[in-house]
């Protein structure tokens, strides 16, 4: 099975992953990077009141495949 690793970027810092996963496919791995930066976007963007996360998934070689960037904005009216 291809391996994938899944580097985090959150708040300008990066957390890279230096062991990486097997997945069968491409999609496979998409769908794990979209759940982890769901995770980590309500663990720790709401209490920070917003921001930013990206979870860049790299095959065995270390080049991208794709990134999934979740992003909240709160905006008080008062």
């Known amino acids: 099975m291809p391996l994938f690793y899944?580097?985090?970027?959150?708040?300008?810092?990066?957390?890279?992953?230096?062991?990486?996963?097997?997945?069968?496919?491409?999609?496979s791995a998409q769908m794990?990077?979209?759940?982890?930066a769901a995770t980590i976007a309500r663990d720790v963007l709401a209490r920070r009141h917003?921001?930013?996360?990206?979870?860049?998934?790299?095959d065995d070689q270390r080049e991208p495949v794709l990134t999934v960037t979740v992003e909240m904005?709160?905006?008080r009216m008062k």
């Open 6 to 27: 899944f580097d985090v970027r959150d708040d300008g810092r990066l957390f890279p992953d230096e062991e990486g996963q097997e997945f069968p496919e491409v999609a």
């Open 32 to 36: 794990e990077a979209s759940e982890a």
């Open 50 to 58: 917003g921001g930013e996360v990206t979870v860049q998934v790299m």
């Open 73 to 75: 904005k709160i905006a």
